[in-house]
């Protein structure tokens, strides 16, 4: 479980570098940055609130989708997980933490193909291949 947390904490913060910290923000990505301050703090459905109303505010910001799908998997929600984090990567296919979290909660669920494909790449776009597999087999030995 502790695995898990770090693994969430890590991916907010890179959310946070992504939307930026304050100023010039769009009314969506200011819902964003709430929303990753709360899933820090651990304020998960008001997480998932915010999230949901930078989506409805630009359905086209992956940025919304990527932390509403990081918040579900903290949630233990990983197939709401996936289908946020498919839009994400739908919207933005070069976001490579993205499919890192995907490929975390493809392995939970137990995909491994899915898992894989994932990996694969994030990998090709950059994510530390060892760091990411370390990840898995520790998710895997959690099940």
Do not use: F
């Amino acid at each position: 479980m502790k695995a898990t947390k770090v693994i969430v904490l890590l991916l907010l913060a890179a959310t946070l570098l992504v939307v930026g910290c304050g100023g010039g923000l769009t009314e969506a990505e200011e819902h964003v940055d709430k929303g990753a301050d709360y899933h820090e703090e651990g304020r998960l459905d008001d997480a998932i609130a915010q999230y949901t109303k930078a989506i409805e505010l630009d359905p086209n910001l992956a940025e919304a989708y990527a932390g509403r799908g990081t918040t579900h998997g903290a949630l233990d929600q990983h197939q709401r997980a996936i289908e946020d984090l498919d839009e994400a990567i739908r919207l933005n296919p070069q976001y490579a933490w993205v499919y890192h979290t995907q490929a975390l909660a493809y392995t939970v669920l137990g995909n491994s193909q899915e898992a894989e494909q994932d990996i694969d790449k994030a990998v090709e776009l950059g994510i530390d291949a060892d760091v990411l597999r370390m990840q898995v087999e520790q998710l895997k030995a959690q099940r």
